[in-house]
């Protein structure tokens, strides 16, 4: 190890693919102190075997545009590099055997469109145009992506790898990670087999398959799972078109591409096989596992009915290999919230080579700026908790998560493995009452109340949901007495210590420095003025807040928050709470007669304000009782310790009877949300979103000291904001609203919804999404335009709303003398 220096910046673990491509991109940034740690040799671990598909169309707008960039990169690698990449475009058509395939397809057509993509939905005639020789028969349409094409894996490595060193970094075969070394909460060095410490600042973890061991040695969780992952290489086909496009059959779960005059047939295996990446064969290079014809046979079957010529044709290769797969089978990027300094970049679902462009440039950005040039929260790592990287979860989940790659991606799906992990206090109560639970942030919580067990039994539509009378009932009974959300996912925070106002002024754009017992709503931001969180701040002491934010952020803003404590060197703690409370939401216009009823304390508008926040009891029971409103009514949350849920739930059920008192679902409170234009974080607002663009500059206050975006928002205000987050209604329609739908004004590209859904109190589609405008244009002239969304091909009308379209002065949420006070 003498040709190494005992220090380095930033150290990257892993040759492959994504480890080479992150080091292409800190080239690019000019950051040349940089080692790349490879244990054995480059691309010897997955990479080596990738089936080499480029395909740069998403679901997203943002997933996309990562995706995109190797089609960009890829044609210019030579050019920059002297190093071929086998770049080749070739097309691709993306089958549909039925018609809510078809849905989907159309739906993420207008994705290509957005970002100007050549994509084009195509009917069987033109498919056996397109792809000679597949037997169409079956097939109900497809989707045609003309920048769909392929590439060598070695080449894109070597070529990568090529421009590094010329840069200076330093490429190291052969040397093995053994550990770190970490001081206060950071990562300061790695340790090599060999017993050598490279001293650094930045460790970035991309050791694919093997990541969760390496993430292990010092704890930070990495969620994926090695699995074996297989695909056969036919002998040359005489007379095969020349480029074969991209073939991806996928409702039977399998891809055909071609390769030098071959065909490669793989698939997406359900319950796929575990490997377990530390048993004997677990550190070989370039390695291969067994034939498993039974395993594979699905697959084989399929292809052979879909392209009658493979029966002709005799098999060279059958390749099984090690791939990573994570529970929710997007990649996982970015910086631990569990160790400063530790960067991951793995779990890329058999996408890496075509990700390696994207995530490496997103992650050089992310290293050197401190966050990406797009908003990555998809695919960011602090989306899961330690227990995401059990090994029993991220096995089990194996049964359907490789498989649900190609599967159909029906709107409102939940997974079914690894599922009643997480459960509050309320929840045998509620599945009693007859529940459907989903667990969309890994807690188990009711999404609506069937009336009987078809009812509970998940029936997916990519139109009218079965569930909108159940939560369309809810509602109608909650707006006329009272409704009981749970709440207890959310994340729940305690700012204690003698600077923790300090610290809450610097973090928060609102004025937190108010009176014990008052919560107020705003938002933590990063230093351009994107929104980084959006919280309730309660002031429970005269040094003590509790931050209050949703439960997919957890790790995200507990991170965020103890990071700037130690920046500042503030005298701050701040404790998760999380898990010890549960919180139950009671909501409606006889919330308050209801808790009255069981309470002596004084709930009246003149002693219990909106906005209040204090422990008062109800029953037998000692809770901390908020007022504030995620639905639009009236309405208190309920914070109690986890041992004393049920007796709560219990006591409230007992006297709800007399008051109108309804069990709601998740999907209800959305629905709400949504008619009263409530934000949504990581939907409608994020890092790359302003409180000014998201019309959220009531909870800015520009009084008050400085804050973290302070300067950033008065430099826009004065320039004035390029784009504003509206709320539309679907005129004359009730389509299945979603996300990412294109919105037209006048006829021109304008954005995209961020969010959507019904409105079970109006009866109307709704949506939110951002419209880009001139510098200083009103919102009165942005509401006289004429406005259109499409949705699966389809264009719908939409009206502009500059009101909520339920109760739209608020009379229902708090008096008229509260709100004017």
């Known amino acids: 190890m003498d040709s190494v220096n005992d220090s380095a910046r930033i150290v990257i673990i892993g040759g492959g693919v994504i480890g ?6 800190l080239a690019e940034l000019g950051m040349p102190d940089v080692v790349l740690l490879e244990r054995n040799q480059l691309t010897s671990g997955t990479s080596w075997h990738a089936a080499g598909i480029v395909g740069p169309l998403r679901a997203s707008l943002n997933l996309t545009k990562l995706a995109q960039y190797a089609t960009e990169l890829f044609p210019r690698l030579e050019e920059l590099t002297g190093q071929a990449s086998g770049y080749r475009r070739t097309g691709g058509v993306w089958l549909a055997r039925r018609p809510e395939r078809m849905d989907e397809l159309k739906r993420i057509a207008h994705m290509g469109d957005v970002c100007g993509l050549k994509v084009e939905i195509v009917d069987q005639a033109s498919i056996s145009e397109r792809v000679r020789g597949i037997v169409v028969d079956d097939i109900e349409g497809a989707l045609w992506v003309e920048e769909d094409g392929q590439a060598n894996p070695v080449d894109i490595c070597a070529a990568y790898a090529k421009r590094a060193r010329v840069a200076g970094i330093r490429i190291l075969e052969g040397v093995a990670c053994a550990g770190f070394v970490t001081k206060n909460g950071r990562v300061a060095g790695v340790k090599l087999a060999s017993g050598t410490i490279i001293d650094c600042e930045t460790v970035v973890n991309c050791a694919g398959a093997w990541a969760r061991d390496i993430g292990a040695l010092v704890g930070v969780p990495v969620p994926l799972q090695a699995v074996e992952h297989m695909y056969v290489v036919t002998e040359p086909v005489a007379g095969l078109q020349d480029p074969f496009p991209i073939v991806r059959d996928l409702d039977e779960g399998i891809y055909i591409k071609g390769d030098s005059g071959k065909l490669v047939l793989g698939g997406f295996e359900p319950n796929a096989k575990i490997f377990d990446i530390r048993g004997p064969a677990g550190s070989r290079p370039f390695l291969e596992l067994p034939e498993d014809w039974n395993q594979f046979e699905p697959f084989m079957s399929a292809g052979l009915k879909l392209l009658p010529a493979l029966s002709e044709t005799g098999i060279r290769h059958f390749m ?30 058999s996408t890496g080579m075509m990700s390696s462009a994207g995530a490496g440039k997103a992650m050089a950005e992310w290293i050197v700026d401190g966050e990406p040039g797009l908003d990555l929260w998809a ?23 490789v498989a649900d790659l190609f599967r159909m991606h029906w709107p409102y799906k939940q997974a079914t493995a690894g599922r009643d992990i997480r459960r509050s206090g309320f929840h045998q109560a509620f599945a009693d009452a007859g529940a459907v639970f989903g667990a969309p942030t890994g807690w188990e919580r009711p999404l609506w109340f ?104 957890r790790q995200k803003d507990l991170a965020w928050i103890r990071h700037h404590a130690q920046d500042l060197d503030l005298n701050a703690s701040v404790f998760d ?58 309405g208190f949350e309920l914070y109690v310790p986890v041992e004393c849920a049920q007796h709560l739930l219990a006591t409230l059920a007992a006297a709800g009877a007399a008051h109108g008192l309804v069990f ?39 009084k008050k000291g400085d804050f973290i975006g302070r300067e950033a928002l008065l430099a826009q205000k004065a320039e004035g904001v390029k784009r504003r987050l509206m709320h539309f209604a679907v005129v004359d329609a009730n389509p299945l609203l979603l996300h990412d739908e294109p919105i037209y004004r006048d006829g021109k590209l304008a954005g995209l919804t961020t969010s959507g859904g019904l409105g079970f109190r109006t009866d109307l589609s709704l949506c939110l999404g951002y419209i880009t405008c001139e510098p200083g244009e009103t919102a009165a002239r942005m509401q006289a335009s004429r406005y259109e969304i499409a949705v699966a091909g389809t264009r719908h009308a939409l009206r502009p709303l500059d009101r909520p379209p339920y109760d739209p002065t608020g009379a229902r949420m708090r008096p008229r003398e509260e709100r004017n006070s």
Not at 381 to 396: E, L, N, P, T
Not at 466 to 486: H, P, T, Y
Not at 525 to 531: A, E, M, Q, V, Y
């Open 20 to 25: 080479l491509g992150i080091a292409y991109h």
């Open 577 to 634: 709470l999380t898990s010890s409370e549960a919180v139950l939401g009671v909501m409606g216009p006889r919330s308050r007669e209801l808790l009255q009823s069981l309470t002596d304390a004084d709930l009246s508008d003149a002693a219990f304000p909106f906005s209040t926040s204090r422990r008062i009891d109800i029953g037998m029971t000692d809770v901390r009782a908020t007022r504030v409103s995620f639905v639009g009514e009236l």
């Open 450 to 553: 069937g009336q009987d067990e078809a009812g509970r039994t998940p029936n997916y539509s990519v139109g009218a949901q079965k569930w909108w009378a159940a939560a369309k009932a809810e509602v109608d009974r909650m707006s006329r007495g009272v409704g009981l959300f749970e709440l207890s996912p959310f994340t729940k925070l305690e700012v204690t210590g003698c600077d923790a106002v300090k610290l809450m002024q610097h973090l928060c754009a609102n004025d937190i420095d108010v009176a014990e017992g008052r919560a107020v709503y705003t938002q933590i931001l990063n230093p351009r003025g994107g929104i980084e969180a959006d919280v309730t701040v309660l002031r429970s002491g005269e040094d003590t807040f509790r931050v209050i934010s949703g439960a997919a952020t």
């Open 320 to 349: 099984n290999g090690p791939e990573s797969f994570t529970p929710d089978t997007r990649p996982l990027m970015g910086e631990s919230p569990y160790l400063r300094g530790f960067y991951v970049a793995a779990g890329f679902n």
């Open 664 to 702: 709601c679902g998740h999907y209800a409170l959305d629905g709400c949300r949504l008619e009263k234009a409530y934000r949504h974080w990581g939907h409608d607002i994020g890092p790359k979103d302003t409180p000014l663009e998201a019309g959220l500059s009531f909870a800015v206050s520009w």
């Open 379 to 401: 695919l960011d790592i602090a989306r899961f908790d330690r227990s995401a990287a059990a090994r029993s979860f991220v096995g089990a989940r194996m049964e359907e998560a």
